[in-house]
T-cell receptor, first 111, second 110 residues
Framework: DVKVTQSSRYLVKRTGEKVFLECVQD?????MFWYRQDPGLGLRLIYF???????EKGDIPEGYSVSREKKERFSLILESASTNQTSMYLC??????????FGPGTRLLVL | ELKVEQNPLFLSMQEGKNYTIYCNYS?????LYWYRQDPGKSLESLFV?????AVKQEGRLMASLDTKARLSTLHITAAVHDLSATYFC??????????FGTGTRLQVFP
């Protein structure tokens, strides 16, 4: 069964903190993605990766970075969290060409 | 600018009724996906439409794709409460990147 897991379901952080969100998939997928979901805006792509150590900017990369040191793991980093980064963060993985499979999401609140 | 627009954004319908959700997109694409999201949950894949004229059906949901019109539809037949969720279409613009619509929140009441 396809499985994408995310390190936390809920996180509360302070403005200026460095935040790490981790995503792990067990399907040996090449592609991994980070989205944020906000009411009325749908899902917006932050970063994606086609392979280990490769990364590409999505539509809203500002304020974020990513790391992919192993095929199964894709980390999203908020270098200095701000209140406008309060959101639901969703990780997904896929193989080419195919459906993206999503993790359960992380609700991040930045105070 | 690439746009994926869904109509309606919110749909309240009575059980047993039929309705269609529309997904219009502004660029050439041969692949379109439909996802379902329950409140507080993640996205679950419903359909993958891979060519012009593709039609997929699962239970009370049927999805179709017209690549020439850049339009996909998700038709609901005889709605039941369990179908209450938010439905997203997503267009593959190549290199496996998806652009999502804003979602249609469906509420089915008795």
């Amino acid at each position: 069964d396809v499985k994408v897991t995310q390190s936390s379901r809920y996180l509360v952080k302070r403005t200026g903190e460095k935040v790490f969100l981790e995503c792990v998939q067990d399907m040996d997928h090449e592609n991994m993605f980070w989205y944020r979901q906000d009411p009325g805006l749908g899902l917006r792509l932050i970063y994606f990766s086609y392979d280990v150590k490769m990364k590409e900017k999505g539509d809203i990369p500002e304020g974020y970075s990513v790391s992919r040191e192993k095929k199964e793991r894709f980390s999203l980093i908020l270098e200095s969290a701000s209140t406008n980064q309060t959101s639901m963060y969703l990780c997904a993985s896929s193989t080419q060409p195919a459906t993206q499979y999503f993790g359960p999401g992380t609700r991040l609140l930045v105070l | 600018e690439l746009k994926v627009e869904q109509n309606p954004l919110f749909l309240s319908m009575q059980e047993g009724k039929n309705y269609t959700i529309y997904c219009n997109y502004s660029t050439t694409s041969d692949r379109l996906y439909w996802y379902r999201q329950d409140p507080g949950k993640s996205l679950e894949s419903l359909f993958v439409l891979l060519s012009n004229g593709a039609v997929k059906q699962e239970g009370r949901l049927m999805a179709s794709l017209d690549t020439k019109a850049r339009l996909s539809t998700l038709h609901i037949t005889a709605a039941v409460h369990d179908l209450s969720a938010t439905y997203f279409c997503a267009v593959d613009i190549g290199t496996d990147k998806l652009i999502f619509g804003t979602g249609t929140r469906l509420q089915v009441f008795p």
